[in-house]
């Protein structure tokens, strides 16, 4: 099995799914703007994992509308982003997110003792 620590796409589809521990988000997202951390929670769920606490951030998007453009339209509609047509900024929040959670790797995975 490939694992891949960037984004994947095609011509038609993309997805990602980012999981990391609870307690690596708290630290990260300590880091992050206040718009960067509406964005990435915006696309993340809260789990338990094998008694530990997770959480993951997960999207997709389609040949006519990117996840950016969903996002952006109901950050839009709850009043969090000026303007609906701003989805630049919606994907550069996520990077940033994306870009600090990498660095930490407190990533989850199934090697270690822990897991």
Not at 9 to 35: D, H, I, P, R, Y
């Amino acid at each position: 099995m490939k694992i891949r620590t960037g984004f994947v796409s095609n011509s038609s589809s993309s997805s990602f799914v980012l999981t990391t521990t609870k307690e690596n988000w708290e630290n990260v997202k300590g880091e992050l703007e206040a718009f960067q951390v509406t964005v990435a929670e915006a696309i993340m769920k809260e789990d338990n994992f094998l008694g530990h606490d997770i959480v993951t951030f997960s999207t997709w998007s389609s040949h006519s509308s990117g996840w950016e453009d969903r996002l952006a339209y109901q950050l839009h509609d709850q009043g969090l982003l000026e303007d609906e047509d701003n989805v630049d900024k919606v994907g550069m929040a996520w990077n940033a997110a994306y870009r600090r959670l990498m660095e930490n790797k407190d990533l989850v995975t199934t090697k270690g003792d822990d897991w």
